[in-house]
């Protein structure tokens, strides 16, 4: 008697890896604990309100090229590109994880501004802004290019890209647009939409994994890393000369101070940047 040998089916069981998981929790939590120290506390509405008061009333909301160059069909232009280059790279898996990713967070940028109050706890009421849609849209519009390039063209996809949405964040404080708050919560809210997207993509995408060369990722890597601490330091020492002059944090106002605010707000989102490339080597 022959014994026959019948194929059976192999259940492959796909787990979300433990760093995206992880970089969700980690972002919901930065919102809210951002959102309860800036906006619903009287502290935190005194030290921003002073960085506003420091804007050159000639220049308050006004905008520079980098605030002009995010309009409504920029944002149709790159999610068009990202999808299109993704295809062409035959790659369905990355054009929808890029698309969802700045459709998502736009759409929760806009979901929270509208929903999270700011109580009127100083004298400078200004409505609330919380997070910053424009770098919102900046950053996870670097984050979904970075998923449609491939390993080749992605680290100075990331690079430039990186820097332009830093311009970004600094013109929003610049211009009295935005708190350093707002700039935060975007960061976060992109921040979770790339772990949710790549953890959607772990369970169902087929996509073969897309592995940045090891030089050009620790090159690019070294080069957001130093540009992340020399900014924040360089922010550092400016707020504690500016903070210097009158010794009192809630009510110092001029130059220093704001050209400080400007500089934390680059180097979030560039320590942002430089978060997202070292979690996401492999897509």
Not at 157 to 168: K, P, R, Y
Request: some cysteine.
């Amino acid at each position: 008697m022959n014994a026959t040998t019948l194929p059976t089916r192999t259940a492959v069981r796909r787990h979300v890896p433990a760093r995206w998981m992880l970089t969700s929790v980690g972002s919901v939590i930065t919102l809210g604990g951002v959102y309860t120290a800036a906006v619903l506390t009287k502290q935190g509405q005194m030290i921003e309100d002073s960085i506003l008061r420091s804007v050159d009333g000639e220049t308050l909301l006004k905008s520079g090229r980098a605030l002009d160059a995010i309009t409504i069909p920029a944002v149709l232009a790159a999610v068009g590109v990202v999808v299109v280059i993704a295809f062409v790279r035959r790659r369905p898996g990355a054009a929808l994880q890029g698309a969802a990713l700045i459709v998502g967070a736009i759409a929760t940028a806009q979901v929270v501004k509208a929903i999270a109050p700011r109580p009127e706890l100083t004298s400078l009421t200004l409505s609330n802004s919380f997070p910053s849609g424009h770098v919102t849209i900046a950053v996870a519009g670097v984050l979904a290019l970075g998923t449609a390039f491939g390993r080749h063209l992605r680290p100075l996809i990331m690079i430039v890209g990186t820097l332009f949405a830093a311009w970004v964040a600094e013109q929003t404080v610049a211009f009295g647009w935005h708190r350093v708050s707002d700039v935060v919560g975007a960061c976060a809210v992109s921040m979770l939409w790339l772990a949710i997207v790549r953890s959607a993509a772990a369970v169902w995408s087929n996509d073969a994994r897309d592995t940045v060369g090891r030089k050009a990722h620790g090159f690019t890597s070294g080069l957001l890393g130093l540009a992340m601490v020399a900014t924040l330091a360089a922010a550092g020492a400016i707020f504690a000369i500016g903070v210097g002059e009158d010794m009192t944090l809630t009510m110092s106002t001029g130059p220093g101070v704001l050209v400080g605010a400007r500089l934390l707000s680059s180097g979030v989102v560039i320590a942002t940047a430089w978060l997202a490339w070292k979690l996401d080597r492999s897509i």
